[in-house]
């Protein structure tokens, strides 16, 4: 029993950094309705960002956390600027938001390699590795902060976007863009602050990510698996994307304690389309047909 | 059928790279190469290939810094059998492909009497079909696959020859360690299923670690590339085993040394020559401290100690385990020509089926059948205070 409660909270917390990536996708899907691949390299940087401001600056992890969200966040919105607000302009189709999102996502990617290198980067220990003891159970010290932290942020998320005016307005935008403009929403103005609120979560993940495991440039290829968990749990959805990257840790994590470690990515993605087949729009995703 | 059409790829790629570079200037003959007929002043040519750039440049900087720093000093004091040696060294970038091109280059442009390196075992099998054909023998330095010298069919590669240990035997020297100097009996294992040096080291810990009596309690996999292993510690963890061995890489090692420790795991921790690094300590200094690993060498060994200091006063760099395994494929090398008394290529390959020469890194005896270098002792480290501390010489039998 208690290995079985173990391995719940392995997956709890692999899944909590699954849903922090996942959310960043849903958040720019649910407005517009392309997959910004370049999430995955807007959270390497922000990765990176902590990792220096840590290791080069010497600030303390609460300063370099809060910067490294802001850097990500900065990024994020000068991507837009750059990568999709001229295609946007021009009305472009989806294809090309997410030929070019893949294209930011390989030159972030590089100009990473190129610059500070191919090797990964170790974090300074700010935790202890000596877990909690809850009976036979351990929580590393490390996990327990990642929970909250990513609880806390998802949360500061929905109340944004349940309880105020501008998240009122991206809700509207979500449901129809064109519809808001007509309302004399600034609908360039809640793109930027879609993007930044997905970069800042992603600066947040990344250094989250960079801490517990190590910072590198290929980094962005893990964000492939919290992005099956937002299409898992219905792209556009922020509570889908939460829940389906909370189920897609648990399912990996019990496949590979109880069945094999080998087929641990088999398995879970075959459950995954199975679900798709069964919902195609995710467990809690808006039925659509044009997104791409 | 994939060995016929890996062949033509690779031949393929070869001609369109002989084409490439037959027509690129920069390839043209040295500018100092030796007149023919001056006897006296003949210059041997013997190359080196690794990766100086990439992943691994830290590693292939280090052997060629090695191979140019002895071969000076044989030729201050004379050359071998009277000859000058120049070496000529050509970066592999961490690829096969292009270390079938340097070699194809250097056995045939530069004309070299024999190839020291390439460090990784990828690029060492790749080469033989290139060394064969020009027969001209490689002596690698840190290929531990077993398939550097020994074909799919178990016959022996004629030209291929190395001064390390192979990873089946790196996989025995643990096991036999854990049994019968550590005395447990118990034993996890995690691996990587995707790595050729993590499988083999995996199958010989198991075979000689059941042999000597000791249960395999439970062995997990994962991929390279993951970085969370809490699932599969866990189920060690259930297993409660004495000793976890851990044959991969020092990144992953350090990651999942430490969610070992987060879940409560406290079995001693054992691995291969993959483990020591600078990082390893930095990133797992608590999680690995008691853990033991298998080397090619104890660093701190006296005998050592000359090459270290004349190495680290010449290139003010520190010396990396490549550099002790290219030092003693020089070694071996000279000591081959100097018996078969000539530079002829293939007779170079006939005296070093029969080597012997004691190196930096332990005695060298070539095995005719296998051009391994036979029953040669492996070190045993143990980290203690976040330091590697040596413990013994141990061979498996």
């Given at each position: 029993?208690?290995?079985?409660?173990?391995?719940?909270?392995?997956?709890?917390?692999?899944?909590?950094?699954?849903?922090?990536?996942?959310?960043?996708?849903?958040?720019?899907?649910?407005?517009?309705?392309?997959?910004?691949?370049?999430?995955?390299?807007?959270?390497?940087?922000?990765?990176?960002?902590?990792?220096?401001?840590?290791?080069?600056?010497?600030?303390?992890?609460?300063?370099?956390?809060?910067?490294?969200?802001?850097?990500?966040?900065?990024?994020?919105?000068?991507?837009?600027?750059?990568?999709?607000?001229?295609?946007?302009?021009?009305?472009?189709?989806?294809?090309?938001?997410?030929?070019?999102?893949?294209?930011?996502?390989?030159?972030?990617?590089?100009?990473?390699?190129?610059?500070?290198?191919?090797?990964?980067?170790?974090?300074?220990?700010?935790?202890?590795?000596?877990?909690?003891?809850?009976?036979?159970?351990?929580?590393?010290?490390?996990?327990?902060?990642?929970?909250?932290?990513?609880?806390?942020?998802?949360?500061?998320?929905?109340?944004?976007?349940?309880?105020?005016?501008?998240?009122?307005?991206?809700?509207?935008?979500?449901?129809?863009?064109?519809?808001?403009?007509?309302?004399?929403?600034?609908?360039?103005?809640?793109?930027?602050?879609?993007?930044?609120?997905?970069?800042?979560?992603?600066?947040?993940?990344?250094?989250?990510?960079?801490?517990?495991?190590?910072?590198?440039?290929?980094?962005?290829?893990?964000?492939?698996?919290?992005?099956?968990?937002?299409?898992?749990?219905?792209?556009?959805?922020?509570?889908?994307?939460?829940?389906?990257?909370?189920?897609?840790?648990?399912?990996?994590?019990?496949?590979?304690?109880?069945?094999?470690?080998?087929?641990?990515?088999?398995?879970?993605?075959?459950?995954?389309?199975?679900?798709?087949?069964?919902?195609?729009?995710?467990?809690?995703?808006?039925?659509?047909?044009?997104?791409? | 059928?994939?060995?016929?059409?890996?062949?033509?790829?690779?031949?393929?790629?070869?001609?369109?790279?002989?084409?490439?570079?037959?027509?690129?200037?920069?390839?043209?003959?040295?500018?100092?190469?030796?007149?023919?007929?001056?006897?006296?002043?003949e210059v041997i040519?013997i190359?080196?290939?690794?990766?100086?750039?990439?992943?691994?440049?830290?590693?292939?900087?280090?052997?060629?810094?090695?191979?140019?720093?002895m071969f000076?000093e044989i030729n201050e004091n004379g050359g071998i059998l009277g000859k000058q040696i120049r070496?000529?060294?050509?970066?592999?970038?961490?690829?096969?492909?292009?270390?079938?091109?340097?070699?194809?280059?250097?056995?045939?442009?530069?004309?070299?009497a024999a190839?020291?390196?390439?460090?990784?075992?990828?690029?060492?099998?790749?080469?033989?079909?290139?060394?064969?054909?020009?027969?001209?023998?490689?002596?690698?330095?840190?290929?531990?696959?077993?398939?550097?010298?020994?074909?799919?069919?178990?016959?022996?590669?004629?030209?291929?020859?190395?001064?390390?240990?192979?990873?089946?035997?790196?996989?025995?020297?643990?096991?036999?360690?854990?049994?019968?100097?550590?005395?447990?009996?118990?034993?996890?294992?995690?691996?990587?299923?995707?790595?050729?040096?993590?499988?083999?080291?995996?199958?010989?810990?198991?075979?000689?670690?059941?042999?000597?009596?000791?249960?395999?309690?439970?062995?997990?996999?994962?991929?390279?590339?993951?970085?969370?292993?809490?699932?599969?510690?866990?189920?060690?963890?259930?297993?409660?085993?004495?000793?976890?061995?851990?044959?991969?890489?020092?990144?992953?090692?350090?990651?999942?040394?430490?969610?070992?420790?987060?879940?409560?795991?406290?079995?001693?921790?054992?691995?291969?020559?993959?483990?020591?690094?600078?990082?390893?300590?930095?990133?797992?200094?608590?999680?690995?401290?008691?853990?033991?690993?298998?080397?090619?060498?104890?660093?701190?060994?006296?005998?050592?100690?000359?090459?270290?200091?004349?190495?680290?006063?010449?290139?003010?760099?520190?010396?990396?385990?490549?550099?002790?395994?290219?030092?003693?494929?020089v070694k071996?090398l000279e000591s081959a020509i100097i018996q078969a008394g000539s530079f002829?290529?293939?007779?170079i390959?006939?005296a070093?089926?029969?080597?012997?020469?004691?190196?930096?890194?332990?005695?060298?005896?070539?095995?005719?059948?296998?051009?391994?270098?036979?029953?040669?002792?492996?070190?045993?480290?143990?980290?203690?205070?976040?330091?590697?501390?040596?413990?013994?010489?141990?061979?498996?039998?």
């Amino acid at each position: 029993m208690s290995a079985f409660l173990q391995q719940i909270i392995n997956g709890l917390s692999i899944g909590s950094v699954y849903a922090l990536m996942a959310v960043g996708y849903s958040l720019v899907y649910s407005i517009m309705n392309f997959s910004n691949f370049a999430h995955g390299g807007v959270i390497m940087i922000g990765a990176y960002i902590g990792f220096f401001l840590m290791t080069a600056f010497e600030l303390p992890f609460i300063a370099a956390f809060g910067l490294a969200a802001i850097g990500a966040g900065l990024l994020a919105v000068t991507l837009e600027r750059i990568a999709y607000r001229p295609l946007r302009k021009r009305n472009a189709p989806f294809l090309y938001f997410i030929i070019s999102a893949m294209g930011a996502s390989i030159f972030l990617e590089n100009i990473v390699i190129a610059t500070i290198g191919p090797t990964f980067r170790t974090y300074p220990r700010v935790f202890s590795t000596t877990p909690f003891q809850l009976g036979a159970i351990s929580l590393g010290r490390l996990d327990a902060v990642m929970f909250i932290i990513s609880g806390l942020s998802l949360l500061l998320l929905i109340y944004i976007i349940e309880k105020t005016k501008t998240g009122m307005a991206i809700k509207a935008t979500a449901y129809s863009i064109r519809a808001s403009t007509l309302m004399g929403v600034n609908t360039d103005r809640i793109i930027f602050i879609v993007f930044g609120l997905g970069g800042v979560l992603a600066g947040v993940a990344g250094v989250l990510f960079g801490m517990k495991y190590t910072v590198y440039p290929q980094i962005g290829f893990i964000t492939m698996k919290s992005f099956i968990a937002a299409v898992f749990g219905g792209l556009g959805s922020l509570p889908g994307a939460v829940i389906g990257s909370i189920l897609l840790g648990v399912i990996e994590t019990l496949t590979a304690g109880y069945f094999s470690s080998q087929y641990r990515d088999l398995i879970a993605f075959v459950l995954l389309i199975a679900v798709l087949i069964w919902r195609p729009s995710g467990l809690m995703g808006k039925i659509t047909e044009d997104k791409a | 059928m994939k060995k016929r059409v890996l062949f033509l790829l690779v031949s393929t790629l070869l001609i369109l790279a002989l084409l490439v570079t037959g027509c690129s200037p920069q390839q043209s003959e040295p500018a100092d190469a030796p007149e023919e007929g001056e006897a006296a002043a003949e210059v041997i040519n013997i190359g080196w290939i690794g990766s100086l750039t990439g992943d691994q440049a830290v590693w292939g900087n280090c052997e060629k810094n090695t191979v140019e720093m002895m071969f000076e000093e044989i030729n201050e004091n004379g050359g071998i059998l009277g000859k000058q040696i120049r070496v000529i060294p050509y970066d592999t970038r961490g690829d096969a492909m292009e270390a079938v091109n340097a070699v194809r280059r250097l056995t045939s442009q530069d004309k070299v009497a024999a190839v020291i390196g390439p460090n990784a075992s990828g690029q060492a099998i790749a080469i033989s079909s290139v060394l064969e054909d020009m027969e001209v023998p490689g002596i690698a330095t840190v290929a531990t696959n077993p398939k550097v010298t020994v074909d799919d069919n178990g016959d022996v590669k004629p030209f291929n020859f190395r001064v390390c240990f192979i990873d089946p035997y790196q996989g025995a020297v643990a096991a036999g360690y854990a049994v019968d100097v550590l005395g447990f009996s118990k034993a996890a294992i995690l691996y990587d299923v995707a790595d050729d040096y993590s499988q083999g080291l995996t199958e010989f810990f198991e075979k000689t670690f059941v042999g000597k009596g000791g249960e395999i309690v439970a062995k997990e996999g994962f991929k390279f590339g993951d970085v969370d292993f809490r699932p599969q510690l866990s189920k060690i963890k259930e297993a409660d085993p004495e000793v976890l061995f851990m044959p991969y890489f020092f990144k992953e090692v350090a990651l999942s040394a430490n969610q070992a420790r987060e879940l409560g795991i406290d079995a001693v921790l054992m691995g291969g020559d993959g483990w020591p690094s600078e990082v390893l300590l930095e990133m797992a200094e608590e999680a690995v401290e008691g853990s033991y690993f298998v080397n090619h060498l104890d660093f701190a060994d006296p005998e050592v100690q000359d090459f270290k200091d004349a190495y680290t006063a010449k290139y003010n760099l520190p010396v990396e385990l490549n550099g002790y395994l290219a030092y003693d494929a020089v070694k071996l090398l000279e000591s081959a020509i100097i018996q078969a008394g000539s530079f002829d290529p293939v007779e170079i390959r006939d005296a070093l089926k029969t080597a012997n020469v004691k190196g930096i890194t332990g005695q060298i005896n070539i095995n005719p059948d296998t051009h391994n270098p036979e029953g040669k002792d492996a070190a045993i480290i143990k980290i203690i205070d976040g330091d590697y501390v040596f413990q013994q010489k141990y061979s498996a039998d």
